[in-house]
């Protein structure tokens, strides 16, 4: 009886990135692989890495460092790196990692089976960081989707704004759109094999736009298709929500009453420094529209603390603004300078503590929120 060989990935990071290791997983299958889900047992580990913080990219060389030991014991072991920390750290991840054979950056992803074919068979480590590649080139089904409710659709690719914390126009370059007419023909594929809802995925999904068509459109051209149930998407920028987008999420029968809005702070002078965009007030005037055309809106937001120069006064701010938009749910980051961003060149000078009561400040108000949410939904 022949076994047939194994893989375990390991993934950090956004939808996006988990979307990307259920291609790398199709790829792999495709070659007459099978997932397993314990590392122990894998003859290819695949780490596919983010680098949005400081803490997400250490994971990786803390993995590594969990790999090194199993390569010494079983030599055959073929171990991937691929992600934004592959893209952002280029080939000084083989450097200071030996135990990695293969190295793929954030457009690189169908090289995989072939540079795995190669360190197995023991032509070495193979490296593909080439940024210029087709990012949208995986086939539909190869992707091995991890839910059998929700399937991850990517609708663009990369980012264009330059928001002086972010590293993400580094490590996933600048905004692609997809065709519309692939896009579409994913969802109808997934629909057909029984998926009820698609999530549309990108950095700043909503500045989608495709010869003439903007976002609204993308929305309309998915919500048509007959059998789908639900439509949701991910991350919306607050600069291109826009009326015809509000619109779309009242008018349109399977786009969920649902949108992730990261506002990052509450204090003009932050959001200036952080090159947003976007003034606190025109953020709760585009919350406004929104909840104007869509009263019963979930909203949810990202809030970063202790960006450099936040005083106590720019925290306050922040939780008037929690206070004031009652958000559904939010993610609390503590900044962390990330290499080649504009914030990093600055001084980190809100002190670690400081960072930590300021998060936890954050945290417990929107508690608090959450609490008199539900209370509030509660029949008398
Ligand atoms: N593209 C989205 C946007 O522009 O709002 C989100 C990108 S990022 C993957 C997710 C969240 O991580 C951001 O919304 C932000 O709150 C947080 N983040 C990004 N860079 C950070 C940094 N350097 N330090 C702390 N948090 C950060």
Do not use: W
Not at 132 to 154: E, Q
């Amino acid at each position: 009886m022949t076994t047939r060989n194994r893989f375990y990935i390991e993934t950090f990071g956004c939808q996006m990135n988990v979307n990307d290791s259920e291609k790398v997983a199709g790829l792999l299958e495709a070659e007459g692989y099978v997932a397993t889900t314990s590392r122990d047992a894998a003859d290819v580990v695949f780490i596919n890495t983010c680098a949005v913080r400081e803490k997400a990219a250490d994971k990786l060389y803390h993995a590594l460092g969990r790999l090194k030991k199993a390569k010494r014991e079983r030599p055959g072991l073929v171990v991937g790196v691929g992600g934004c920390v592959a893209q952002l750290e280029g080939t000084a991840v083989l450097d200071r990692a030996p135990q990695v054979d293969v190295l793929v950056g954030t457009h690189n992803l169908s090289s995989v089976p072939e540079l795995v074919r190669r360190a197995r068979a023991g032509h070495g480590r193979g490296v593909d960081l080439d940024r210029k590649a087709d990012s949208f080139d995986v086939p539909d089904d190869a992707i091995a989707h991890s839910s059998r409710v929700r399937a991850y659709v990517t609708a663009i690719e990369g980012c264009n704004h330059v928001c002086s914390f972010c590293v993400v126009p580094r490590t996933r370059g600048a905004e692609v759109c997809r065709d519309p007419d692939a896009i579409a023909e994913e969802v109808r594929s997934l629909v057909g094999r029984g998926y009820p809802e698609v999530m549309l995925l990108g950095q700043t999904v909503n500045a989608y736009r495709y010869h003439g068509l903007d976002f609204a459109d993308l929305l309309a051209r998915v919500d048509a298709i007959e059998g789908l149930q639900r439509l949701r998407f991910t991350t919306s920028h607050p600069e291109h929500v826009d009326e015809r987008m509000a619109r779309a999420l009242r008018d349109l029968p399977r786009v969920c009453p649902y949108l992730h809005l990261p506002v990052q702070s509450g204090a003009d002078r932050i959001l200036s420094a952080m090159r947003r965009g976007y003034t606190r007030a025109q953020y709760l005037e585009t919350v406004a529209l929104l909840r104007a055309h869509v009263p019963a809106l979930a909203l949810t937001t990202d809030v970063i603390v202790g960006y450099p120069g936040e005083t106590p006064d720019d925290l306050e701010q922040t939780l008037l603004l929690m206070k004031e938009v009652s958000f559904d749910g939010l993610f609390a980051f503590k900044f962390s300078p990330r290499p080649g961003t504009v914030a990093a060149t600055q001084v980190d000078d809100v002190p670690a503590d400081s960072k930590e009561e300021r998060l936890q400040q954050v945290l417990t108000l929107n508690k608090q929120i959450q609490r008199t949410r539900i209370h509030d939904r509660l029949p008398a």
